[in-house]
Protein backbone atom coordinates (compact mmCIF):
# COMPACT_ATOMS: atom_id res chain seq x y z
CA UNK A 1 0.00 0.00 0.00
CA UNK A 2 1.16 3.36 -1.03
CA UNK A 3 1.54 6.11 1.69
CA UNK A 4 1.34 9.20 0.88
CA UNK A 5 3.26 11.86 2.95
CA UNK A 6 2.86 15.55 3.74
CA UNK A 7 5.20 18.05 1.85
CA UNK A 8 7.96 18.97 3.89
CA UNK A 9 7.59 22.71 3.63
CA UNK A 10 10.96 24.74 3.13
CA UNK A 11 11.68 28.32 3.09
CA UNK A 12 14.56 29.62 0.24
CA UNK A 13 17.73 31.62 1.08
CA UNK A 14 16.06 33.83 -1.52
CA UNK A 15 13.01 34.19 0.21
CA UNK A 16 14.96 34.73 3.60
CA UNK A 17 16.87 37.16 1.39
CA UNK A 18 14.04 39.07 0.30
CA UNK A 19 12.16 39.36 3.54
CA UNK A 20 15.07 40.61 5.28
CA UNK A 21 16.71 42.97 2.69
CA UNK A 22 19.69 41.40 2.82
CA UNK A 23 21.93 40.70 -0.56
CA UNK A 24 21.36 36.35 -1.33
CA UNK A 25 25.06 36.13 -1.05
CA UNK A 26 25.37 37.45 2.25
CA UNK A 27 21.98 34.51 3.49
CA UNK A 28 24.14 31.62 1.83
CA UNK A 29 27.36 33.16 3.51
CA UNK A 30 24.98 32.82 6.91
CA UNK A 31 24.13 29.29 5.44
CA UNK A 32 26.89 27.98 5.20
CA UNK A 33 28.36 29.35 8.75
CA UNK A 34 25.50 27.48 10.02
CA UNK A 35 25.50 24.37 8.69
CA UNK A 36 29.59 23.97 9.41
CA UNK A 37 28.53 25.17 13.24
CA UNK A 38 26.11 22.81 13.34
CA UNK A 39 27.71 19.73 11.73
CA UNK A 40 25.07 19.48 8.80
CA UNK A 41 25.98 18.82 4.98
CA UNK A 42 24.55 22.13 2.94
CA UNK A 43 24.81 19.77 -0.04
CA UNK A 44 21.68 17.87 1.51
CA UNK A 45 20.24 21.62 1.70
CA UNK A 46 20.91 22.69 -1.61
CA UNK A 47 19.28 23.70 -4.49
CA UNK A 48 19.14 24.98 -7.88
CA UNK A 49 17.43 27.79 -9.74
CA UNK A 50 18.02 29.68 -12.83
CA UNK A 51 18.61 33.40 -12.53
CA UNK A 52 17.11 35.61 -15.04
CA UNK A 53 20.44 35.21 -17.57
CA UNK A 54 19.04 31.57 -17.33
CA UNK A 55 22.17 31.05 -15.58
CA UNK A 56 22.42 28.02 -12.73
CA UNK A 57 22.82 29.07 -9.30
CA UNK A 58 22.43 28.00 -5.68
CA UNK A 59 19.94 28.66 -3.25
CA UNK A 60 20.04 26.69 0.11
CA UNK A 61 16.09 24.93 1.06
CA UNK A 62 15.27 25.65 5.10
CA UNK A 63 13.44 23.65 7.22
CA UNK A 64 11.75 25.94 9.58
CA UNK A 65 14.02 24.81 12.66
CA UNK A 66 17.31 25.72 10.67
CA UNK A 67 15.22 28.99 8.79
CA UNK A 68 14.51 30.33 12.50
CA UNK A 69 18.32 29.12 13.67
CA UNK A 70 19.44 31.58 10.76
CA UNK A 71 17.44 34.30 11.21
CA UNK A 72 18.20 34.15 15.06
CA UNK A 73 21.29 35.87 14.11
CA UNK A 74 19.28 38.75 12.91
CA UNK A 75 17.37 41.67 14.18
CA UNK A 76 14.04 41.61 15.48
CA UNK A 77 11.70 42.73 12.75
CA UNK A 78 13.64 40.68 10.14
CA UNK A 79 12.99 37.88 12.78
CA UNK A 80 9.42 38.94 12.57
CA UNK A 81 8.83 39.35 8.74
CA UNK A 82 9.97 35.36 8.61
CA UNK A 83 8.26 34.42 11.45
CA UNK A 84 4.78 35.57 9.59
CA UNK A 85 5.77 34.15 6.31
CA UNK A 86 6.08 30.87 8.04
CA UNK A 87 2.76 31.30 9.77
CA UNK A 88 1.71 31.91 5.65
CA UNK A 89 3.08 28.92 4.27
CA UNK A 90 1.87 26.42 7.16
CA UNK A 91 -1.60 27.91 6.34
Not at 3 to 25: C, N, W, Y
Not at 46 to 72: A, C, H, K, P, W
Amino acid sequence: MNQLTAPVLTMSSRDIAELTGKEHFNVKRDCLVMFDELELDALKFEGIYFDSMNRQQTEYLLDEELTMTLVTGYNIVLRNRVIKRWKELED
